[in-house]
């Protein structure tokens, strides 16, 4: 317990190695590290830190990487803290992404004002959400000013990320004539900016168009009650080239300012907070499946029931009857 | 419990009244109504009939009704006795298809030896998939030679079916071209037979080629251990001229007599059964979650975790604390 709040004064004093490992006991899987990870964020409540929390989205291709890295090094030259996390859907089969994250943005990963933290490895996407979630907040402790959570764009990772972010970015690349990329209208309804990435070289002019394309979709949305005038929109940025990032992070500090003066931005940072709480719920009451006692049990009706022995429905009665309430 | 066994001898004996009045138990949300059902289920085990249990998926507009009523009056006139079983997912949401299917499958309902049971309405789709799978029982249990299950061709109800049955059909319209209807690769993973319908009057010709496709694409696929050479396969009717179906109903009764003297057929039931037994398992253990008391701490809790007074997480933990388990 001492231990715990050793860790949480080094991590709230900014301490990058305290961050670390503090992110290291919310992805173990260990009860005792769990019960830590527990202790610890609670003594992290009420921090008074309030960093900028951006979903990023993206198929891979898009240069998603080269954008962070550009973006998130424009960012710390202008002195502002930047943290990097990583949603890997894949991982949660894979067990993590074999090329890691800090080979894909060397110049990032090098700057004292960066940190970069790999998708953990987990069984499942649940299990992933709800560690990168914890992890943001550790990074908003610790000081960070802008948490990029990035994804790729697989729908169901793409809401999630959108779950835990106070502004969603999804990134595109230029795309052949009018085609709109198969861009599901569920992530365009969840986008606040869309930004065409690749506005240079030759395909600057496709960039502008793909760029009008979604403009003019966007327009013909419904409009939200979370945003200012003009939003969501779209813009072409050259993550190659540096361009066109200034404007799109004006963009993004003008939507959080608006919607900070609005109350939009506590109202949904507390119904997302809900609804992790809820996700946890669930999450939680599923795992007393997880134990050697209700293994065996399921093990064993579930011959009884394969043999026909027993009803699913008897079955499942009998074994939650007798599941221990830990 | 005198009253259960009454009405399982009633069920038995193929008294359709009884039939009807068991599946309305079983569709019932009440806890006495489901105390009783689960009684019923029982009583029912071992029954001794087996009947043949086909899904049936199709987007609107194959003409699945005119199939339906077709190929069930064609059985019916063998002598089989024919259930029919619809789920339907939009009736998770609006309670319910407005157009009763007996209206749809006039000459059916219409036949002694046909029963028609429309979708249950319910709150979401897993309850719609519970009474469903225990009504097969029922029919089964009262004599029914053949059992359709049918649905509209949306993702997860396809797979629900499936899981559900020991065969599963897929009907499709000719398309033009060669473009394949978009099918997802996941349904025709879990298709035993394609049928192409309205193999008809100027349409014959695209059916004729649009079946040829899909045997092609079926051709291409994994071969799956539980199927005898040629199967899956794919094949045209008519369900307008009532042609075909005499091929179709050859081919599934094929499909499960060999997969009977393999072995397949009752290993399959054996797995399903598994299956629901795990999905009743969770189910259940999240119903504990609708009790007053835990919605009261749920809605207290929830306020506090978006308040800011208290992490997702340790809310979670408490109100699993507490929750009680009944």
């Known amino acids: 317990m001492d231990d715990t709040q050793t860790l949480a004064k080094r991590l709230c004093a900014g301490d990058r190695r305290a ?42 291709g898009v240069g998603k990487s080269t954008f962070i890295e550009a973006f998130g090094c424009m960012l710390t030259g202008q002195g502002l803290r930047v943290a990097v996390l990583a949603v890997d859907p894949s991982s949660a ?23 970069i933290r790999p998708s953990p490895s987990q069984t499942h996407l649940g299990g992933v ?25 697989v729908g169901q990772s793409e809401t999630m990320v959108a779950e835990m972010s106070d502004l969603f970015l999804l990134l595109l690349a230029p ?4 085609e709109l990329q198969g861009v599901k209208r569920g992530i365009m309804e969840i986008a606040d900016l869309i930004l ?32 200012p005038p ?13 361009a066109g990032l200034a404007t799109a992070w ?20 507390a119904a997302q907070a809900r609804h992790w709480f809820e996700a946890e719920v669930r999450h939680g009451l599923l795992a007393r499946l997880d134990g050697s006692e209700a293994r065996a049990a399921l093990a064993r009706l579930g011959e009884a029931v394969a043999a026909g022995e027993m009803s699913p429905a008897k079955a499942a009665q009998d074994l939650l009857a007798h599941l221990p309430s830990r």
Chains 1, 2 share one sequence.
């Open 19 to 60: 961050l670390a490992r503090a992110i290291t006991l919310v992805e173990s899987s260990r009860p005792d590290h769990r019960t830590q990870a527990l202790a610890l964020l609670d003594a992290l409540r009420g921090h008074g830190h309030e960093a900028l929390r951006i979903g990023l989205s993206g198929t891979p």
């Open 93 to 115: 089969r894979t067990g993590g992404s074999i090329l890691g994250d800090k080979t894909r943005m060397e110049r990032l990963s090098r700057d004292p004002r960066a940190f």
């Open 129 to 153: 959400a709800r560690r990168t979630r914890e992890a943001i907040d550790l990074c908003e402790a610790a000081g960070f000013d802008v948490i990029l959570i990035e994804t790729v764009g």
């Open 175 to 178: 795309a052949g004539g009018d």
């Open 196 to 227: 065409v990435n690749k506005a240079d070289g030759e395909l600057k002019a496709a960039a502008t168009r793909t760029c009008a394309d979604y403009a003019g979709a966007l327009r013909l949305m419904r409009k939200r009650p979370e945003d």
């Open 230 to 242: 003009g939003f969501p929109k779209a813009l072409t940025v050259s993550a190659m080239e540096e």
């Open 250 to 269: 004006e963009a993004m500090t003008e939507l959080a300012d608006w919607r900070r003066d609005h109350g939009h931005f506590t109202a949904r940072r």
